[in-house]
């Protein structure tokens, strides 16, 4: 009879760790990662191969980075930026899309949106002479998808002639790359959206 309670009492036991090893977590899962913040912007008009769109007014954190060859320490320092390198030592929310901007001859800077929570109040200072923080102005800018890294003066000017013609203005002169420059808008890979060419409109 006592065998009988010992092995009844072993049986229970390891019954019991049993279920409490079932019931004891695994570790917790992978959070889900943040909502992706892009610039918010109203779609004016949609056509079969751009869009015009208008942005609203917000500030940038912008790295000038000289020729087109130092586009990767540009953006090296965006990232450090939102790492946590800056006055507050504060890391901030990546966004998208990876702006590189050609403002002048062989002259281009990379550019991310500041996040919407620093929108209303001051955003974490840079502490690297390359990076400031500018707040543009609501601004119409026409979009299209677009596949290579470098846009082409040939597809600029094929762009800003249809521009020409939605906006109402001549189409006769061609797009000047060295005065008005262009946007290339890079996305992240989760959004599954393929990089974009912007060109500002209201400085065609």
């Known amino acids: 009879m006592i065998l009988l309670v010992r092995y009844v009492f072993i049986i229970l036991t390891f019954i019991t760790i049993s279920v409490a090893q079932i019931k004891q977590p695994r570790g917790q899962p992978n959070p889900l990662p943040k909502p992706i913040q892009q610039p918010p912007y109203s779609l004016i008009r949609g056509y079969l191969t751009f869009e015009i769109r208008e942005y609203l007014a917000?500030?940038?954190?912008?790295?000038?980075?000289?020729?087109?060859?130092?586009i990767s320490m540009g953006v090296q320092l965006l990232n450090s930026y939102f790492d946590g390198e800056n006055s507050q030592k504060q890391s901030m929310t990546k966004t998208v899309p990876l702006l590189i901007m050609k403002v002048g001859p062989d002259r281009f800077q990379t550019s991310l949106y500041i996040p919407f929570e620093y929108q209303k109040e001051p955003a974490p200072k840079p502490t690297s002479d390359l990076l400031h923080i500018d707040h543009l102005p609501t601004q119409r800018f026409g979009a299209a998808y677009y596949y290579e890294h470098s846009p082409s003066e040939l597809s600029l000017s094929f762009f800003s002639t249809?521009?020409?013609?939605?906006?109402?203005?001549?189409?006769?002169?061609?797009?000047?790359?060295?005065k008005h420059g262009y946007m290339y808008a890079n996305y992240d890979a989760l959004l599954e959206q393929e990089p974009e060419l912007l060109i500002p409109i209201n400085l065609l």
């Open 58 to 70: 917000g500030s940038w954190i912008i790295a000038d980075v000289g020729p087109f060859s130092n």
């Open 162 to 178: 249809a521009l020409r013609a939605i906006v109402g203005e001549t189409i006769s002169d061609e797009y000047d790359v060295e």
